[in-house]
Structure formats: structure tokens, C-alpha cells
T-cell receptor
Framework: EAAVTQSPRNKVAVTGGKVTLSCNQT?????MYWYRQDTGHGLRLIHY???????EKGDIPDGYKASRPSQENFSLILELATPSQTSVYFC????????????FGAGTRLSVL | GDSVTQTEGLVTLTEGLPVMLNCTYQ???????LFWYVHYLNESPRLLLK???DNKRTEHQGFHATLHKSSSSFHLQKSSAQLSDSALYYC??????????WGSGTKLIIKP
């Protein structure tokens, strides 16, 4: 079974502060993704990566940066957190291929006060 | 552009009744892959079932879906709902090696 680990699981941040969400996968998947989940919007793609050293903008990248320093690790960075970024964030990984399954982490619940 | 539509944001059913969650899609690609993911409370979202074969029923864990390209649909069904089926269900479309197009999700609540 694919393993994707997110940390922290819960985070409270102050407006204007910097937040880093981390994701580690042990399955040697090329592709990794960061999503946020909000009621009524479903899963929205923030950034993704198709290998170490690469990051690509998803559908809602504004206010977020991403970093993929290795095959296993993919971070999401909020340089100046805002209350509108309060959400549940999911990391996922998957192999290249239109039919391939995504494996998700357990999620990070972020509150920006 | 490509899109996935789940018309019901919330479906509430009594245990034992049949389940049908709607999913329709739009794409320019002739061979899309369609997926259903399920997200149980306090767990990670995970794949429930997937298909790219027209008019073939796909089944998993008591749920089934059939891709109908003629109507661009991939509805999720189950003959008899269980309390444990309560979850958030996402329909998704794959059109490239890297990305999925997600529906907005349907929250399914099963009551005794």
C-alpha cells in the first residue's frame, strides 16, 4: 500500500506568518500534488510536481509556493498566511500515466487567525 | 475546457435504499479515464473504482459504475446503502499524465 505522510496534522498560524506543510512519500512515485479541500469546492489543485526539482502551478496557486527537493518530499509554503487560506490540505502522489491512482496523505488542517 | 459535474452536493438516504450519485463530464479526449474516490471522515481519500471502457460495468466494495461515453456519464451506484457508506464521494476525469479534473464532491449521509 502506498504511503504518503503529511506533517503537521494540525496547524494554527497567525495572519502574515509563514507556514510550511510537508509531505513525504515512500513509493517512488514521480508525481506529487497539493490540494486544498473546502466545502462546496471539492479538491482544488494548488501545485504539483512531476519529479525532483520541478514544480508546476495548479488551478489556484496564488499565495502558495511549492518545493520538491527530492523524489520523496514535496512541501507547500505559505509565505504570508491569510485567513482565506484556512482549509484542509491534502498531499497526494502517483505514477505517471493517465490511468494511475493517486494516493493521499491524511491531511493537514490549517487555521489562520 | 474539460470539466466534471456532480449535481448533488448532499445526498441523504435511509439504510437499505439504493444509492445513485451522479457524475457527468465534458472532455475533448475520446478515451478519458473516469474515477470515483471516496473520503471517509478522519481518513485519507482513496480510490473506489475507475474505468475507461465504454459500457462496461466496474465494481468494487459493493459499488458499481458504468462509463457511458454516449451520455458522458459515470454514475456511482449501490443496491443497498449501509451506514458505513457515509462519506464524501468525488468523481474525477484524467486527461493527462499529471492531472485529474475533479468534481465538487457529493456528501452521502446514510441514516438508520
Amino acid at each position: 500500500e502506498a504511503a504518503v505522510t503529511q506533517s503537521p496534522r494540525n496547524k494554527v498560524a497567525v495572519t502574515g506568518g509563514k507556514v510550511t506543510l510537508s509531505c513525504n512519500q515512500t513509493n517512488n512515485h514521480n508525481n506529487m500534488y497539493w490540494y486544498r479541500q473546502d466545502t462546496g469546492h471539492g479538491l482544488r489543485l494548488i501545485h504539483y510536481s512531476y519529479g525532483a526539482g520541478s514544480t508546476e502551478k495548479g488551478d489556484i496557486p496564488d499565495g502558495y509556493k511549492a518545493s520538491r527537493p527530492s523524489q520523496e518530499n514535496f512541501s507547500l509554503i505559505l509565505e504570508l498566511a491569510t485567513p482565506s487560506q484556512t482549509s484542509v490540505y491534502f498531499c497526494a502522489s502517483g505514477d505517471t500515466g493517465v490511468q494511475n491512482t493517486l494516493y493521499f496523505g491524511a491531511g493537514t488542517r490549517l487555521s489562520v487567525l | 475546457g474539460d470539466s466534471v459535474t456532480q449535481t448533488e452536493g448532499l445526498v441523504t438516504l435511509t439504510e437499505g435504499l439504493p444509492v445513485m450519485l451522479n457524475c457527468t463530464y465534458q472532455t475533448i479526449y475520446s478515451n478519458p479515464f473516469l474515477f470515483w474516490y471516496v473520503h471517509y471522515l478522519n481518513e485519507s481519500p482513496r480510490l473506489l473504482l475507475k474505468s475507461s471502457t465504454d459500457n462496461k460495468r466496474t465494481e468494487h466494495q459493493g459499488f458499481h459504475a458504468t462509463l457511458h461515453k454516449s451520455s458522458s456519464s459515470f454514475h456511482l451506484q449501490k443496491s443497498s446503502a449501509q451506514l458505513s457508506d457515509s462519506a464524501l464521494y468525488y468523481c474525477a476525469l484524467s486527461y493527462s499524465n499529471y492531472q485529474l479534473i475533479w468534481g465538487s464532491g457529493t456528501k452521502l449521509i446514510i441514516k438508520p
